[in-house]
């Protein structure tokens, strides 16, 4: 039975991610986002909060993602079973607190998107073993950011241990991080078959934080590059199978993206949100009268605008929530968890760069976050896919293409 | 697991009553019932629905009214068993029945009598008409109307909008009139005949406002009611029986009137338009045209109390509806000719400015289908959906449009002659956010 609704189970989660947003990230946001790089030491006390919530399997979390334990709801008539799980509560969360400030929920400790990789592809053995830390994912490399195949990263097994060597850049809570899942290549001469992910914690021999960077946006958050020198992990930390088979082990890396997409297109909404809420408070300063829904033509041009905006998010949030009912319902989702993520990053751009337009010098100004949410909304239409790569793996499915026809 | 006499019997008015309405034609076979069974469970069904029907028709006295229905409590974005049955019965009609004729009515600049008969054979009234008066409506159903305008659409939008029209009659009738009103007007859409009839809200005048009225009705001394006015852009308004007509009257504010289409002081003309002229739009001329006093739907009762407000969110979530019907269209034709048409060497679609242009198609058609589904869904539960309703046609209104704008471009100087449907879906598209009213879900 076709409900969009948040279901009524997860409103407590919704309501307390935004008590949080509102007490806790709200008021630190401004000092985080000028004082870059320096830890937001308020956080602590919040991870641990959500690691009891989790532990007490109620959370919505990076670990979520996957492992769903939640009991199935019975269907109605029946219908298909309807689980709402992990994923739907992480994106409903994710909304909440980045209706707060998306860098500090970014760099929440222990909710990294290593976290979510662990979750989707490691052995049970494997979550128990790393999951207790906060890991960082590390793919991008100077010369490979959207072409994650072209990455030259390299590991070779020497006796009982993988000998990773190469350069890892934008890496969201690298310095912070207590470990790092690493993309390297087996042989890059056999492409994307011979590509694993490596479990390497902080501390290992030959890994160095070289550089933190300095950025547009979520700069409460920090971007580390990352060198592997003859860098030596054991040889089970390695995610998945070592042998390079097809190219199924790659597309089975890549399915981490089909849980991760939606909960970044959940930051998205949480922030277009914000600029849409701030902006009416503003506006309404301004211009006291309420725009007359029902007759478009009477409202003000800014009135107009809104609703334009509105309606864009409201299209982004209902994919997002979409995408990740289905990935809780294992209905495969990588097409519309790309869909998500495109309409919901090129939405907040669009939604935050127009309100601090709507707001005039208020909205320019560091005196108000609305420039602050203009400058974290563009790498969320960059960050796990940008907005082209999610145009691609749509534009396949949908055309029935494969990645040599369409590139 | 209800069973499944119960859910045929919910849709026992839809395509299966082609089976017996249409026998000698060829149309039953191209319905392709998969279950011998659903055929006998229909007849026993059918039999059962026809002794409800005469036992129930002297019941009157207070009016009968959908009542809001009960959610899970959980997200869900699919249809129910039932919906997705008769869903798929729609989209077997609009490919078989609606699409082939949509040319020539699009020409003509009104449907076909054969279609509208085949039209009412679907039996969709059936659903909204409450058990009381021989229908199969238990609740609002908003969300399966909205599936059947999609469906209908995705066939022919002028088409879907010719046969959505008079259902729009039934949906007021059943949520505004009184019982004398229901008993009167509602059992003959059960009838074997097809019964033309359109609701009119929209009046010709730029930044057109449908909370605004200024066509009026006014009390002439007999008691009854004299209306002045223009209406336009109506529905079946070259052959409608009878017409709704929204007009304000001092004192009570907007009200709707029965009034048909013999009636003096009311003229009917062609009204053709840029599209959706499958639907045969007339304009409705009015001066003076006089009805009695039981003619204004709900009386001035509280129980029949209209709500303007109501009828115009209902009707843009149907136009909506009819937006993703015509997009999805659009996409559906563009995904195979561009990975046919060669150019440069290569399929069209094998380009990034060609394929991302479908793709966005894909996502804007997917994200027009959430909103209008949100709308409608809060709607059956008796949730606020003003808001949702204002959204949805919005994005419907752009979105769709630029999905016609951009169907025509894929096809180049092929999209722009009427060899191919996408020029039509072209002019249908902008329908959404210009016509008011005329539909209802």
Redesign the interface.
């Known amino acids: 039975m076709i409900d969009l609704e948040i279901p009524k189970r997860l409103r407590p989660l919704v309501d307390q991610a935004h008590a949080i947003a509102t007490s806790v990230f709200r008021p630190i946001s401004r000092k985080y986002d000028l004082a870059e790089h320096s830890y937001p030491k308020e956080l602590d006390l919040l991870a641990a909060i959500l690691d009891g919530v989790n532990d007490g399997g109620a959370g919505a979390s990076a670990s979520q993602l996957k492992r769903d334990t939640t009991p199935e709801e019975p269907g109605s008539d029946g219908a298909p079973k309807n689980r709402n799980g992990g994923n739907l509560a992480t994106v409903l969360g994710m909304m909440e607190l980045c209706w707060g400030d998306v860098g500090l929920a970014l760099t929440i400790p222990r909710q990294g998107l290593g976290n979510a990789a662990l979750s989707a592809v490691g052995t049970d053995e494997q979550k128990a073993r790393f999951g207790k830390r906060w890991i960082a994912m590390a793919i991008t490399e100077p010369n490979a950011g959207s072409d994650s195949a072209a990455i030259r990263t390299h590991a070779r097994l020497d006796g009982d241990s993988w000998v990773i060597s190469g350069e890892k850049i934008f890496v969201t809570a690298g310095d912070r991080a207590e470990a790092v899942i690493v993309w390297a290549t087996l042989d890059a001469a056999l492409g994307r078959a011979a590509i694993k992910s490596f479990f390497v914690p902080k501390g290992s021999p030959g890994m160095k934080v070289v550089r933190l960077d300095h950025k547009l946006g979520i700069r409460a958050s920090d971007t580390a590059t990352i060198v592997f020198d003859e860098c030596r992990v054991p040889k089970e930390n390695i995610l998945g199978s070592a042998e390079i088979e097809t190219d199924k082990s790659f597309a089975g890396a890549m399915k981490t993206f089909d849980n991760t997409r939606p909960v970044i297109a959940a930051m998205a909404c949480g922030v277009a949100r914000a600029a849409i809420d701030r902006t009416r408070e503003i506006l309404k300063d301004a211009q006291p009268r309420d725009a007359n829904l029902r007759s478009p033509w009477l409202g003000s041009n800014a009135d107009a605008e809104l609703a334009r905006l509105e309606a864009e998010l409201e299209v982004a949030r209902l994919l997002t929530l979409n995408a990740a009912w289905m990935a809780d319902n294992r209905i495969p989702n990588s097409l519309q968890a790309s869909m998500a993520k495109a309409k919901a990053g090129r939405a907040v751009t669009e939604i935050t760069l127009r309100c601090v337009e709507l707001c005039g010098a208020t909205g320019y100004a560091e005196a108000d976050l609305l420039e602050k949410w203009a400058r974290d909304a563009k790498i969320l239409d960059i960050f796990e896919g940008t907005q082209q790569i999610q145009m691609l793996v749509v534009a396949r499915r949908v055309l029935g293409k494969t990645s040599a026809e369409l590139r | 697991?209800?069973n499944r006499t119960e859910?045929l019997k919910r849709i026992s008015g839809a395509p299966l009553r082609i089976l017996t309405r249409l026998g000698g034609s060829d149309l039953p076979d191209r319905f392709h019932f998969r279950a011998a069974g659903e055929r006998a469970v229909y007849e026993a069904v059918r039999a059962g629905t026809k002794l409800v029907k005469t036992a129930a028709r002297a019941a009157a006295g207070e009016p009968k009214r959908l009542a809001a229905g009960k959610?899970?409590?959980?997200?869900?974005?699919?249809?129910?068993?039932?919906?997705v049955l008769m869903r798929d019965s729609m989209r077997r009609f609009a490919e078989e029945v609606l699409r082939p004729a949509a040319r020539a009515a699009d020409d003509a600049a009104a449907p076909q009598d054969a279609v509208l008969e085949q039209g009412h054979a679907l039996g969709l009234a059936g659903l909204a008409i409450p058990e009381s008066f021989g229908g199969a409506a238990t609740e609002r159903s908003t969300?399966t109307n909205v599936l059947i305008a999609e469906e209908l659409a995705r066939g022919d939008a002028g088409l879907a909008v010719a046969l959505l029209a008079p259902l729009a009659v039934v949906h007021a009738i059943v949520e505004w009139g009184t019982a004398e009103q229901q008993a009167r007007h509602l059992p003959p859409f059960l009838g074997d005949a097809h019964v033309p009839a359109a609701l009119a809200l929209l009046e010709p005048r730029p930044?057109?406002?449908?909370?605004?009225l200024r066509t009026g009705a006014v009390r002439t001394t007999d008691g009854g009611w004299a209306l002045w006015g223009t209406k336009c852009l109506v529905p079946l308004g070259t052959r409608a029986r009878f017409f709704l007509i929204a007009a304000d009257v001092r004192g009570l504010g907007p009200r709707l009137f029965v009034v048909d289409r013999d009636t003096p002081g009311l003229a009917v003309t062609a009204d053709p338009a840029m599209g959706i002229r499958g639907a045969g739009l007339g304009r409705l001329h009015l001066e003076g045209a006089r009805v009695a006093d039981d003619a204004m739907l709900g009386g001035a009762t509280p129980s029949g109390a209209f709500d303007l407000?109501a009828l115009?969110?209902r009707a843009r979530i149907a136009w909506s509806a009819v937006a993703v019907g015509a997009a999805q269209a659009v996409?559906d034709y563009v995904?195979p000719y561009?990975?046919a048409r060669i150019a440069f060497g290569d399929?069209i679609?094998?380009r990034?400015a060609v394929?991302?242009m479908?793709?966005?198609i894909?996502?804007?058609v997917?994200?027009?289908r959430?909103?209008v589904?949100?709308a409608?869904?809060?709607a059956d539960?008796g949730?606020a959906f003003?808001?949702?309703a204002?959204?949805?046609r919005?994005?419907c209104a752009?979105k769709g449009m630029k999905i016609g704008s951009d169907g025509v471009q894929l096809l180049g100087g092929h999209g722009f002659i009427k060899e191919h449907p996408v020029e039509r879906w072209y002019r249908d598209l902008r329908a959404t956010g210009v016509l008011e009213g005329a539909l209802l879900a």
Request: glycine share 8%.
């Open positions: 697991m209800a859910i959610g899970t409590g959980l997200f869900d974005p699919r249809p129910t068993e039932e919906q969300v930044l057109f406002d449908a909370m605004s407000g115009v969110d996409l995904v561009c990975n399929p679609s094998n990034q394929a991302f479908i793709a966005d894909a996502i804007e997917e994200g027009m959430l909103l589904h949100r409608a869904s809060l539960r949730g003003a808001k949702p204002t959204l949805a919005l994005q752009s």
